[in-house]
């Protein structure tokens, strides 16, 4: 539709005082994705056309063609890069809590540990806090002002977020190995859709549903060969290792409910409710300890930073991003961790790791390719060939 057109139906209809255009735009073209009966280019235009791309509606509204000017490849997919590189970092700490184990071996109870981590992860948030607070401190309460009952959801986030920790750790206490606890949350992204749909109001589509059970599929391939025995202590470890998934997905649907509030102040709550749980633990079975030497604390320091670095891209990446997008990206998770032990414990992965890895891959390719063909325009050729993505 050309603007000249866009022009008409307003002077036919001069129910709203829109801004007029300026002269020199005249011959610009205006690419709406999808066009329906339009009786009034003011609000009524937006009302009944909510499939409109909200550059679009504002073009419609406005008649200010430089609205629909495409965004950098940097801007559309901020969210996807976002959580690839805060997976990228999460990923390190098992490798680092490997490596602590190999150190130190029972030396030091878990509970502590984290006491410390969540300690050193609290200190690294407050200060950062601190100074945009003072510059702009609009960012850090305004949302809260703004909608109150953005406190439950913050709380609610640092609960949630402590009690999988707690949960991971004694799954792995049960299972002494890793590779079962992974296929479990591999079926948080399923969850997410799930919580997603009904809090969060996402429409779920059977590609995308696809792309999860493919995922959880690689995962699963993944993970073969690596022995399981089912007894008491893997159905014990069975059980926490789903009920983190299920908070985890939990915790998902939480940060994007806080999607305005400032990242850091996110991340807040996780150190806040981590640090009060693991410090009562430590405090009452008489576990707390000093560090025994600079490495153990650099370890620890190390694991904080990456939690850090880490939820700050996941908190971004859910700005922009569904939930489910999200999660699912998140389950390259278990590639990041092959190829750190292939780097720093020189273990080469297996056959079945590599066709896993296939799998979990498409997945996310899948979910990248669905999101450039919904921002496509509605005629251009990535429609019709891929129009299948979008359902």
């Not at 098992?94 to 130190?104: F, K, N, S, V």
């Not at 750190?340 to 590599?354: D, T």
Request: contains cysteine; proline residues 4%.
């Amino acid at each position: 539709m050309s603007y000249q057109k866009l022009e008409n139906i307003d002077e036919r209809n001069q129910e709203n005082d829109a801004p007029k255009r300026d002269s020199a735009g005249s011959g610009k073209k205006v690419s709406i994705i999808s066009i329906v009966s339009v009786k009034n280019a003011g609000s009524e235009a937006v009302k009944t056309a909510p499939s409109y791309p909200l550059a679009s509606q504002a073009a419609l509204l406005y008649h200010d063609p430089t609205i629909l000017e495409k965004k950098s490849w940097l801007q559309r997919f901020k969210g996807l890069l976002a959580i690839l590189i805060a997976t990228a970092i999460l990923a390190l700490n098992p490798q680092i809590l490997y490596y602590e184990q190999e150190l130190y071996g029972d030396e030091y109870s878990k509970s502590n540990f984290l006491m410390w981590m969540y300690g050193l992860y609290l200190v690294q948030n407050i200060i950062p806090c601190t100074f945009a607070a003072y510059f702009d401190s609009d960012s850090m309460h305004k949302p809260f002002k703004k909608n109150p009952k953005l406190w439950i959801a913050f709380v609610l986030r640092g609960m949630c977020g402590s009690v999988v920790l707690l949960l991971i750790f004694g799954a792995v206490r049960y299972f002494h190995r890793t590779a079962p606890i992974a296929i479990i949350m591999a079926m948080a992204p399923l969850f997410v859709y799930i919580n997603a749909f009904f809090v969060l109001k996402e429409k779920i589509g059977w590609i995308t549903v696809l792309n999860a059970v493919i995922a959880l599929a690689g995962v699963v391939v993944m993970n073969l060969n690596e022995g399981f025995v089912l007894n008491e202590n893997t159905w014990i470890g069975t059980l926490m290792a789903f009920l983190a998934m299920y908070l985890l997905s939990w915790v998902t649907v939480l940060v994007r409910i806080l999607k305005d509030v400032h990242p850091l102040v996110v991340n807040l709550s996780f150190g806040i409710f981590g640090m009060t749980v693991q410090g009562l633990i430590s405090f009452f079975t008489g576990t707390i300890k000093p560090f025994k030497d600079g490495v153990s604390l650099l370890l620890c320091l190390s694991i904080a930073t990456c939690a850090t670095f880490g939820n700050v891209g996941y908190n971004i990446a859910l700005r922009n991003e569904q939930a489910g997008i999200v999660a699912l990206v998140r389950t390259t998770e278990v590639i990041f961790s092959f190829v750190y032990q292939y780097l720093f414990f020189n273990i080469p992965p297996k056959a079945e790791n590599i066709y896993g890895a296939i799998l979990v891959m498409f997945g996310v390719v899948s979910v990248t390719l669905r999101k450039i063909v919904k921002e496509s325009e509605e005629h251009s050729k990535l429609r019709k060939y891929f129009f299948f993505l979008l359902y």
